[in-house]
């Protein structure tokens, strides 16, 4: 099916299903995703090995058309993760550029705590590393764009050890 436009609001009185063999994307290595492929789809890691995954640059600019379905403002655009097992290798998201950040928190616990770690004004990477970061298997990862160079992200993971934040800097 193609892509629709509806230029005005849509209202379903029963909600709408997502589902089936598109909407879920299943891989064993990392990637850059894009909004055309990966937005709004569940991304399922299979892997226990490192991977990275790097989302698209975000932009919030006005488009000359906003019906046009092929704009290039990708505001509300969601990528969704979740770890198939524990990870032995670092499981990387992290933005594409410099001046994209992330605000939001990681939920990570063990045996005995849970810890909530919130994202520096300067965060632009999640590393779960299948111990002290969360990485375990079922962590879930959401990363939304909330606005100009700002991911909203949210990641609950089960940990090990002294558990530690799973933010950085490092883009």
Known sequence: M??????GPVKSLAGFISSGVSNSVTTAVGKTLTVANDAGKQIYYTSTGAATFTL????????????DPNQSNNYGATFS???????AGNFIVKVANASDTMAGTALIGNTTSALLFSAL???DTITLSGTTTGGVGGATINATVIGANKWSVQVVSGGTGALATPFSATV
């Open 121 to 123: 004004t300067t965060a």
């Open 81 to 87: 993760f979740t770890l198939a097992t524990t990870v």
């Open 56 to 67: 698209p640059a975000i932009n919030t600019s006005s488009p000359s058309d906003p019906t």
């Open 2 to 7: 193609g892509q629709s436009t509806f230029s």
